[in-house]
């Protein structure tokens, strides 16, 4: 067990000479300082994790080696020479190929031209398609995704699929650093098998990646060193993962101890009402047959694959998907299927797995997009009153820490876990009673997270009824009450949280994919 | 940190919970405005992130009209001057203002020019034709709105619910809308002269023309509703991000369709006083003022994408290009060179817009 001090970066053992080293990276933008003295070494062969909360700079780190972004103050060394990043060419011709957390393919192009995308494989002008295919057929081979076919559009594909081609991409650069920020965000534990498969491969031929994650049984699992980013700057490098305490983690991200554990529930009384009722729901060659009862105060947790039909269920319990088979009560009363506005008026709030691209108006202010689906109510007559929105939504920032409170940012200036927040306090304001909540935690660090838990917890100990959708299953059996186990859209067990574990689940789900 | 939540929830104005009357966290939090929005908020949102480049729209007339006084001194510093000015915006003032609201919904709409005909021509061949002569002049102004909201719920219905594509659908309105009112006036002009009418019209109040009345009226209207009404904020947020419309409840299929009969009817009220301005009902009418309308709502700083209009920007598009189009005239410069000049400054502000949306997403 090493102890680590926050305070001064640790300084990285020098046993390797280190591909990459940077020393001092500052970067502004508009007067917000987004780095702040970054140091960060990286040697060859070896898994480089990145740790950090949102807003702690990684993205930006990750775009300055990419040359997307120039860095203001600081030196980059490439094998102990000056690098050259000014642009994303010469970051590719030296060797750092960077797969992107927002999936940076083009829907309309094939598999094999997006991976040969910028360099395409080329005789006098004309692209050489057959030899395009080939490779990409290999690289896709490499990866474990041989069923791809090199000519399929990309469009077509799942987001899983998308990842897998942007990995095809990184790999097609021959690079000697491989970035990848977030890669399994997307990707269920057997495509996260393989993709650690071809880390490993990677790293045995010598290849470095640096590897952002907010999981850190992952990272336990690929990562040789850590470096932790807070507020822009190290506040530890080259710390080793296999002896370095995750309570030691938590406290240098989040500079304050976090116990990383779920509160403990109270019993939900058994003559609590139910207020979300859902009876043989089916929709055609989704999901079939879903039952389920959630009462005042309650959690009710999905647990499922990437896939097998979790977050359809919630979009079609709030009509936003129209039913084939069965019916929703809310409180009693059936909810006229396939309309959203019913669902919102009934009092169904859902907070989608995609924030940014369903939820939010990203560059609207903060209270705008607290009182989305409310604002006719601060209406007199068809007249809005800001300013009582704006006291409303502040409040309601306030009762959620929501930091800082400033209702007149825009809603894309705000982290992850701020972003979920806001969508909390949208169906807070509205007086929602069934909460619908879909990767609570996606994209949220893991100081984050532990207040996240306490908010899910405390709302359903305010009498509501909470639906909470997840891909870690621990996340799922922690939070929920009751727990139903999905796969293929079918739901395989129900039963209090407490008397299944998470082998028990994933033998059931493993089984149910099989079958 | 869980254990410090509920309190903090609590001061939120929700009730202690109890199992068998639950109460949402924040029910109460939604009917008591406590807080008090600060001085420097309002001013800052009611400002927005336009003051900047209202300030460059104003700067841009100014230059204009400077140029104007160098040139063609009293001709064009005249109170007269000022009244063509203001009368050769107002019709597709109008027409822009409506342009405002689609473009700021996520849409386009190409069909207002022909609107504009069709409208005037339906209008006037009433007049010519059918009209007995103890029917109200009232009727015709009717007829020109319904015939334009018509139009514009056609297009509306095929967007929204025939899911075709914006431009597509008002492309083939723009071309079917245009043969419908040459079929209806023969390809013939129609003079109007329905004396009551026209007086009505053609008066002065306070010395302005009727006209530029409408305009402003207009231009007021639509701003009180873009910027203080429900019907404003759908606009921005369907424009915005229509999936987090549709799963926030708000009804994004039928907002579209008011938005193009909103277009529509502002495009009537174009045809309506086209038909005043030019005592006659023609199929020409309004020809390419659809663009004039586009270039107006996007030099004003209206975001092409959605998701942000401006109707103060708008007026101060279409006043530019009208005092642009009169500093030509008065100098007896070619319309040639006048669409140069047009060109240069849409490429101009679009390129500034574009500066702008980049400084305000990175900070």
């Known amino acids: 067990m090493v102890t680590v001090d926050p305070q001064p970066p640790v300084e990285p053992s020098t046993d390797a000479a280190p591909l990459l080293q940077m020393r001092g990276i500052v970067k502004h933008f ?3 300082r987004a780095l702040d003295g970054v140091d960060l070494d990286v040697r060859p062969g070896e898994v480089h994790c990145l740790l950090g909360q949102n807003g702690a700079g990684k993205s930006t780190l990750i775009k300055v080696l990419a040359g997307a972004h120039r860095p203001d103050a600081g030196t980059v060394e490439w094998n102990g020479r000056t690098a050259n990043l000014s642009n994303p060419v010469a970051a590719l011709a030296t060797g750092i190929a960077t797969m992107y957390q927002e999936l940076d393919v083009v829907d309309g192009l094939t598999i094999a031209e997006n991976v040969y995308l910028g360099h395409e494989l080329a005789a006098g002008g004309l692209t050489r398609r057959r030899a395009a295919h080939t490779r990409t057929r290999e690289l896709l081979a490499r990866l474990g995704h041989d069923e791809l076919p090199p000519h399929r559009e990309v469009g077509n594909l799942s987001a899983a699929g998308k990842q897998v081609v942007s990995m095809a991409r990184a790999l097609s650069h021959d690079a000697r650093l491989i970035i990848m920020d977030e890669p399994s965000a997307v990707l269920d534990s057997e495509e996260v098998a393989n993709l650690f498969r ?8 010598g290849v470095a990646v640096l590897y952002i994650s907010h999981r850190l049984e992952e990272i336990r699992q690929i990562g040789d060193r850590i470096t932790v980013l807070k507020d822009g700057r190290t506040v530890a490098t080259g710390l080793p993962v296999a002896t370095t305490s995750t309570p030691d983690l938590i406290r240098l991200m989040t500079g304050r101890t ?3 554990v779920f509160p403990p529930r109270r019993t939900v009384a058994a003559d609590a009402q139910p207020l979300l009722h859902v009876e043989g729901l089916g929709l055609r060659g989704v999901f079939a047959d879903v039952s389920l009862t959630v009462r005042a105060g309650e959690v009710v947790g999905l647990a499922g694959l990437v896939g097998s039909g979790r977050s359809e269920i919630l979009e079609t319990i709030y009509g936003a998907r129209r039913a084939t088979a069965g019916r929703v009560e809310v409180a009693g009363t059936p ?9 919102v008026q009934a009092g169904i709030g859902l907070a989608p797995e995609e924030r940014k691209s369903q939820g939010l108006l990203l560059d609207e202010p903060v209270y705008r997009n607290v009182t989305l689906s409310t604002f006719g109510r601060f209406a007199k007559g068809p007249m809005l009153d800001e300013r009582a929105e704006r006291s409303v939504a502040r409040d309601q920032l306030e009762a959620l820490e929501l930091r800082p409170a400033d209702p007149e940012r825009s809603a894309r200036t705000l982290s992850g876990g701020n972003q979920q927040k806001l969508m909390l306090a949208r169906w807070l304001v509205h007086g929602c009673r069934v909460l619908l909540l879909d990767e609570p935690t996606r994209g949220v660090d893991v100081g984050a997270r532990a207040e996240i838990y306490g908010l899910i917890h405390a709302l359903a100990e305010a009498g509501n009824a909470v639906v909470v959708v997840s891909s870690e299953i621990d996340e ?9 186990v999905i796969a293929e859209g079918r739901v395989l067990h129900s039963g209090p949280a407490d008397q299944i574990d998470e082998h028990r689940v994933l033998d059931l789900v493993m089984e149910g994919s099989a079958a | 940190m869980s254990d410090q939540l509920p309190p903090s929830l609590a001061a939120a104005g929700s009730v202690p919970p109890d199992p068998d009357h639950p109460t949402p966290l924040a029910r109460t939090a939604a009917t008591s405005h406590g807080g008090v929005a600060t001085p420097s908020d309002q001013a800052r949102s009611r400002l927005g992130g336009g003051a900047g480049r209202n300030v460059g729209l104003v700067i841009a007339l100014v230059v204009l009209c400077v140029v104007g006084v160098a040139t063609a001194g009293e001709r064009f510093a005249s109170l007269d001057n000022a009244m063509t000015i203001l ?7 109008v027409v822009a203002i409506g342009m405002t609201f689609v473009i700021t919904g996520g849409g386009i709409d190409l069909s207002v020019g022909s609107v504009i005909g069709l409208s005037s021509v339906w209008a006037s061949t009433l007049a010519t034709q059918t009209m007995a002569e103890d029917t109200h002049w009232i009727v015709m102004v009717f007829t020109a709105l319904a015939v334009g909201t018509v139009c514009g719920v056609v297009n509306g219905v095929l967007i929204a619910y025939g899911k075709v594509v914006a431009f597509i659908a008002t492309l083939a309105m723009m071309v079917g809308a245009r043969g419908l009112a040459e079929i209806i006036a023969n390809r013939r002009t129609q003079l109007v002269e329905v004396d009551a009418f026209l007086d009505a019209f053609r008066t002065e109040i306070l010395g302005i023309s009727v006209s530029v009345w409408i305009f402003a009226l207009v231009a007021v209207a639509g701003w009180v509703l873009l910027n203080r009404t429900t019907f404003g904020r759908r606009t921005v947020a369907v424009g915005g991000n229509p999936e987090a419309a549709r799963l926030a409840g708000i009804r994004v299929k039928r907002h579209t369709m008011y938005l193009y009969a909103l277009s529509g009817l502002a495009a009537g009220i174009g045809g309506l006083m086209m038909l005043v301005r030019t005592t006659s009902g023609a ?8 663009l004039d309308a586009i270039a107006a709502v996007v030099v004003g700083g209206t975001l092409l994408a959605g998701g942000r209009g401006t109707i103060v920007g708008t007026v101060f598009g279409v006043l530019i290009f009208s005092t642009l189009t009169n500093v030509f005239v008065q100098n007896d410069l070619s319309t040639s060179a006048q669409s140069v000049a047009k060109g240069l400054i849409i490429v101009v502000a679009v390129l500034l817009q574009q500066q702008f949306a980049a400084r305000s997403r990175r900070t």
């Open chain 1, 30 to 32: 508009s007067g917000v």
């Open chain 1, 198 to 205: 071809v880390v490993r491969q990677l790293t045995a031929a």
């Open chain 1, 258 to 260: 976090v116990e990383q």
């Open chain 1, 335 to 343: 909810l006229r299927p396939g309309s959203v506005t019913a669902a």
């Open chain 1, 476 to 484: 799922v059996l922690g939070l929920a009450d009751r727990v139903l």
């Open chain 2, 87 to 93: 009368r050769l915006a107002a019709v597709y003032g």
């Open chain 2, 283 to 290: 199929s020409t009418h309004g020809q390419l003022y659809e």
